[in-house]
């Protein structure tokens, strides 16, 4: 049986301002009507003998991962939470761990939430021969055949063929990401492919060879795992353990230094989808090398890539750009310099801003809200309540708040009483009074939340009871 590690932690920063902390870009419906995440598990179907997923992700995308799971109905056998991030290594051998408990003889298939891969078939036939080799006790990368002189990519010298019904090779070397005429010299050779980031390999293998090669990292990640602890559907790492944990990748901490690595090379129309210029280059475009998104004018423009989120764009006698817009950032740049963005998103941190880490919507595990308007001492939110959901049971001790309802119908527990609120109602919740909003209806829950006081940040929540158990 082959089970698939979903390895969601990444920040995505090179694809701001559309990819936030709280929102990365494998959670972001960047090329189809499904995200990045949600891709990764549908192009598995039709695959023989698949198990459901192991789903390793961080703290704060537990309940965006449970939801977007849901919407294509993939239950996750485990959806493990890790405490701070330790880079692969650790993640893959946590859900090694998990696996082993289901099925001595698991093999793991590991693969980033945010990738695209538009040839299925060739990448169907890839796992089944990386499957074989795994059954032989061998730990399987893929190399994906390289087309242009990339140097955002990490290589793989092919060593030995192998003998499989498909292109299969030992490993030579692995080759960090290399300069421009070092990478053109790869291409002109032939013998160097992208390190896709992709494994195959029995669970108790890749824990032999880490134990072997990396005994720090076993030994730190067997704890973690060993004194988890369960909280609804999520599995919660021991965090004095994992924190821990050397951080390293793979490839450095076992790949790099196993006798037994092998590569299944492959085209399959594969991207990390690692900045905005892959992204353009693996959209749609027009006859004039456009590729258009959202509300867009574009006159007398090539070769570029612009995307509005949430109001009209006009672009006019450029080419070679990208231009993204959202409600409160804007990107504009040359298609050159698309692995410059973390300067930017380097400076919003040093200026302790804010617009690296959260859109004006915010998940949340029962619905949204987003800000509308804000100043001093004031600010207004839009709040959207899923059927059947509710807030915590909380307080407040800076702010008062005033909740209108514009659709739906509304539970309201304001201390002693309960009463229900319908279309074009109000309520007034005062300075530290306790307090719940629910939605008991059908439909969506939408309501305008007015908040005064001397402090109105999101920490100023005391919470008595959760059904998300949140502190």
Known sequence: MIYPVILSGGSGTRLWPLSREALPKQFLKLTSENTLFQESLLRLNGLPDIAQPIVVCNNGHRFLVAEQLLEINKPPLIEILEPVGRNTAPAVAIAAFAAQEKDAEAVLLVLPADHLISDVPAF???????????????????????????????????????????????????????NLETAKSFLESGNFFWNSGMFVFKASVYLSELKALR?????????????????????????KSFNACPSESIDYAVMEHTRSAAMVTVNMGWSDIGSWSSLAQSSAFDSKGNSLRGDVYADQTSNSYIRAESRMVAVIGVSDLVVVETSDAVLVMHKDQAQEVKHTVDYLKKAKRSEHLVHPRVYRPW??????????RFQVKRIMVKPGAKLSLQMHYHRAEHWIVVS????????????LLHENESTYIPIGQTHRLENVGKLPLFLIEVQSGSYLGEDDIVRFDDDYKRV
């Open 408 to 419: 739906g119908t509304a539970k309201i527990t304001c201390g002693d009483q309960i009463k």
């Open 215 to 239: 005994p720090e990292i076993y030994q730190a990640s067997q704890q973690a795992w060993l004194n988890s602890t369960r909280d609804l559907d999520f599995c919660r790492l021991d965090e």
């Open 367 to 376: 619905g949204y809200y987003e800000g509308i308007d804000s100043g001093e």
């Open 124 to 178: 169907h036939k890839a796992i089944q021969a990386a499957e074989k080799l795994a059954q032989q006790d061998m730990l399987v990368t893929f190399g994906i055949e390289p087309h242009e002189p990339a140097t955002g990519f990490g290589y793989i010298e092919r060593g030995a063929a192998l003998n499989v019904d498909h292109a299969a090779f030992g490993v030579a070397r692995f080759v960090e990401k290399p």
